[in-house]
């Protein structure tokens, strides 16, 4: 019923900027909060940026400084502004959506999207 779909992955060079965007479509009541996780080869799936409902975030000391997420509450997207990237940035990228939607108001969901591949070398 719930569907996330990320764009905006591609090949970079260290040093340079990428935007990844995330839209979630259905019969959405709510999203609480939504974030970003990567997974490199061989590497635990992690954090990247979450953003709440109101807009409060997090990052890692990992990317700190250098990733920026946001969210349009309206459209119901994310985005993750990716600067000063790093060959070990490589991975590929999830985005993360918590939702309601009818009929099950009091419970709480997990999506994920498919994943966008992110490739940072020279």
């Known amino acids: 019923q719930v569907q996330l779909v990320e764009s905006g992955g591609g090949s970079v060079q260290p040093g340079g900027s990428l935007r990844l965007s995330c839209a979630a479509s259905g019969s959405i009541f709510s999203i609480n909060s939504m974030g970003w996780y990567r997974q490199a080869p061989g590497k635990q799936r992690e954090l990247v940026a979450s953003i709440s409902s109101v807009g409060r975030t997090n990052y890692p000391d990992s990317v700190k400084g250098r990733f920026t997420i946001s969210r349009d509450n309206f459209k119901n997207t994310v985005a993750l502004q990716m600067n000063s990237l790093k060959p070990e940035d490589t991975a590929v990228y999830y985005c993360?959506?918590?939702?309601?939607?009818?009929?099950?108001?009091?419970?709480?969901?997990?999506?994920w999207g498919q994943g966008t591949q992110v490739t940072v070398s020279s």
């Open positions: 993360k959506a918590v939702v309601k939607f009818p009929p099950f108001f009091d419970r709480e969901f997990e999506y």
